[in-house]
Every structure is written in structure tokens, then in C-alpha cells.
């Protein structure tokens, strides 16, 4: 398995598209500056990086898939961890407009 770090540029699209998307989310929902909320989703994104990363090595170690010299591009990751923090605030935003409490 060779690690890359010459990727193709749509890998910054793809990235920066889900950071977009998680801070536009975080900043309607108005928790950009909750400390609590910051470490629920450091956490949940670290936990995500984890299961991704185990779930890749383990996968391709067993022959489930495979990637092609030159086709593992470092860039992943990162966009791994971005849209798992995108998830979190995709799944808060639901979740707030599925269980919001009436206001009478």
C-alpha cells in the first residue's frame, strides 16, 4: 500500500465542500461557540477516523478490495474526518427540526 500526497485537485473540492457544508450547518444551528459541542463532534470525528481507518486496513489486508498503486491518496483521510464532522451536524439539524418542542 503506497500512501500518496500527488493527488488530484477535485480532492480540495470535495473537502472543502463538506467544511463548507459543516460550518454552514454548525452556524444555523448557532453552536459555533459551544465548547461542549466542539468536543462532542472532535470526538465523534475521531471515533469515525478510527472505525474508517480499521475498517480500510482491515478490508484490504483481507483481500476485499484493493487499490491500484498510486491510488491512495493522503487526502482522504482528512475528507474521512471532515464529512463525519458534517454528519454530526447533519444528523443535530434533523433531529432538532424532526423533535423540536412546540412552543406553547
Known amino acids: 500500500m ?3 500526497f500527488d493527488f488530484n485537485t477535485n480532492w480540495y473540492i470535495l ?6 457544508a459543516w460550518a454552514f450547518l454548525i452556524f444555523i444551528r448557532r453552536k459555533w461557540n459551544s465548547t461542549h459541542e466542539a468536543k462532542e463532534q472532535v470526538f465523534l470525528a475521531f ?9 480500510e486496513f482491515f478490508a484490504i489486508s483481507t483481500g476485499l478490495w484493493n487499490y491500484t498503486p498510486g491510488n491512495w491518496p493522503i487526502i482522504l483521510w482528512p475528507t474521512y474526518f471532515v464529512a ?8 443535530r439539524s434533523v433531529e432538532g427540526l424532526l423533535f423540536r418542542k412546540p412552543l406553547l
Open 2 to 4: 503506497n500512501v500518496i
Open 15 to 20: 473537502l472543502f465542500a463538506f467544511l463548507a
Open 47 to 55: 471515533g469515525g477516523m478510527v472505525s474508517l481507518a480499521l475498517m
Open 84 to 91: 463525519i464532522l458534517f454528519g454530526y451536524q447533519l444528523l
